[in-house]
């Protein structure tokens, strides 16, 4: 056996060593050198862009170029409470997200389950895999995939049209299944990591005391995985939340996402005023999965 | 009528698939739908339209001056104009453009050379709160995006 090499550390005394030692005897100041960067990056480039949009709520616009001038005002403020349109708008976003959450909810459980607990490990990866695969291909393409489907010509249509069922797909029924389609892979993901995270001992406990496997299920596993359900519903309710493409696309309809979209151009500190909404229903959003345990699911 | 449309590439495929049947529109939209044989036709309503033109900008303080000058002699030469013109389906600025249009009736279905058409073609400009200097007070861009806002719901 040779022996360790200590020469390749440096020699005593000598300025790399001695800084290696400063180091070692403040390990609080090399953890803060570590993580100026990325924190750094965080704070700046995140939080600031964030601050920066926001701060923009208060100024005016120049009304002839449409530019933000620098005089302050709560008027932006006040429209969003005096003017209905946007509370509806707001209204309507969140139930959007709250159906689309719940829809993936409830098609992303069975597929979770099948390939945590019942699959072989080929099958498994297989459908992670799968599973995967639409998130290679571009949003877009996917979207305007959708509004072929759901055309009045379209595949969908199609389907439906023998068994007497016409589909108006340009609605926020169409809406909704896109997004459904769009998310769902957030919501298996955690869900099918969740699954796999629950010990089999505590399933063949439940079994020994007697408990069927649908008792099992509402009383063992349901409870362990609910965390894992509120960490995927966080993506797909936020995600539901931002999105302007797919409403921009599917429905006429205006929703959070393309509200700002559509008056960033002109009248920036209104959409920045806007943004305020989705933040703050994030926040609570946010508090409540924390309390549910989804941080820890994740 | 059926949905509002923001880009030109959801009114095309809205017309192609019917689920559009009649609305406004722009020649380019046109252009293409009639170039892929849909059954589509577009008219200007005898109380006239709306219309706009083109413009290029220049960046006043342009590193390379006579390469901008190069460049302007390029786009205003009647070969540059046709062929903008043809692919945006607008009007030339330049009617020497007209005789090098591939589609020879091009000019004269734009009717680039005829000045009765463009009379009632209201130009697109920036409403202005003191009415463009006309006197009196008008709605702003703002007032109006805000009632565009408020109307779709």
């Known amino acids: ?298 | 009528m059926g949905e509002w449309w923001a880009d030109y590439a959801k009114q095309v495929q809205s017309y192609a698939n019917k689920d559009v049947v009649i609305g406004t529109t722009w020649p380019y939209m046109e252009n293409i739908l009639k170039a892929d044989k849909k059954p589509v036709n577009a008219i200007k309503p005898k109380e006239g339209t709306t219309g706009w033109s083109d413009t290029w900008m220049i960046y006043s303080k342009a590193a390379h001056p006579n390469c901008m000058y190069m460049w302007m002699n390029y786009i205003e030469s009647p070969q540059a104009q046709a062929k903008v013109a043809e692919s945006f389906g607008e009007a030339p600025a330049n009617l020497k453009a007209c005789p090098l249009t591939t589609n020879k009736d091009f000019c004269t279905q734009l009717h680039a050379a005829d000045e009765s058409w463009w009379k009632n073609v209201y130009y697109w400009t920036t409403p202005t709160a003191d009415c463009g200097g006309k006197g009196g007070t008008c709605k702003t861009q703002q007032d109006w995006v805000n009632a565009w806002t408020e109307i779709r719901g």
């Open chain 1, 1 to 298: 056996m040779t022996s360790v090499p200590y020469e390749q550390s440096p020699p005593r005394g000598s300025p790399g060593r001695r800084l290696s030692v400063y180091f070692y005897r403040h390990p609080r100041l090399s953890l803060a050198l570590l993580l100026a960067l990325p924190l750094g990056w965080l704070a700046v480039a995140y939080l600031g862009s964030l601050i920066v949009l926001l701060l923009a709520a208060v100024w005016n616009v120049d009304p002839f170029t449409s530019q933000v001038v620098h005089t302050y005002t709560l008027d932006n403020f006040r429209r969003l409470f005096d003017e209905p349109v946007y509370r509806n708008v707001a209204w309507r976003t969140i139930q959007m997200a709250a159906l689309v959450t719940i829809a993936d909810a409830v098609l992303a459980f069975p597929i979770a389950y099948y390939m945590a607990r019942v699959a072989s490990p080929r099958a498994r990866n297989l459908l992670v895999v799968a599973v995967l695969m639409p998130l290679w291909a571009s949003y877009l393409v996917k979207a305007y995939a959708w509004r072929i489907i759901l055309s009045g010509e379209g595949m969908l249509n199609w389907v439906l049209g023998p068994l007497g069922i016409s589909f108006h797909g340009y609605s926020s029924a169409g809406l909704w299944l896109v997004f459904t389609y769009l998310w769902l892979p957030f919501m298996i993901l955690p869900v099918y990591a969740g699954l796999e995270r629950i010990p089999s001992s505590l399933l063949e406990a439940s079994a020994d005391l007697g408990g069927r496997s649908l008792r099992t299920f509402w009383r063992v596993t349901l409870p362990l995985a609910f965390p894992a359900v509120v960490a995927g519903s966080i993506f797909t309710f936020s995600l539901t939340l931002g999105d302007y493409i797919a409403p921009k696309l599917i429905t006429s309809q205006q929703f959070i996402g393309t509200l700002i979209y559509d008056n960033h151009g002109t009248n920036l500190p209104v959409a920045a005023a806007f943004t305020l909404v989705p933040i703050v229903v994030m926040i609570v959003y946010l508090v409540v999965a924390r309390r549910l345990g989804a941080f820890a699911a994740l």
